[in-house]
């Protein structure tokens, strides 16, 4: 049986990352940048811009979320998103 000191030992010690802190500020920072860059798209969807700028808009949100999605895999590592395709047999065999 633990005893409360065992409990008071662990709690007072730090969780070691996982990620170095390069890694996390580079996924910090590509976030960031993504979600500004939706952001950025939808105020300009709302004050009704030209459609010139809108299509740059969007290419450049749809380039930088891709970007995105590909730093992440690269830093988390490709497993992560290859857990999708588990995930997605456990969906479709729930509804089923």
Known sequence: MN????FDKRAN????????????WLLIGGGALCLISWAVLGLVLFIDAPRNTLLLLATFTALVTEGFFWVAAAVLGV???????RIWRWLSRQSA
């Not at 005893?3 to 065992?6: A, I, L, P």
């Not at 010690?13 to 996390?24: A, F, G, M, N, Q």
Request: glycine share 4%; aromatic share 4%.
């Open 3 to 6: 005893s409360g000191k065992d």
């Open 13 to 24: 010690t730090k969780p070691e990352s996982r990620l170095s802190r390069p890694k996390r």
């Open 79 to 85: 497993t992560v998103f290859q857990a999708r395709r």
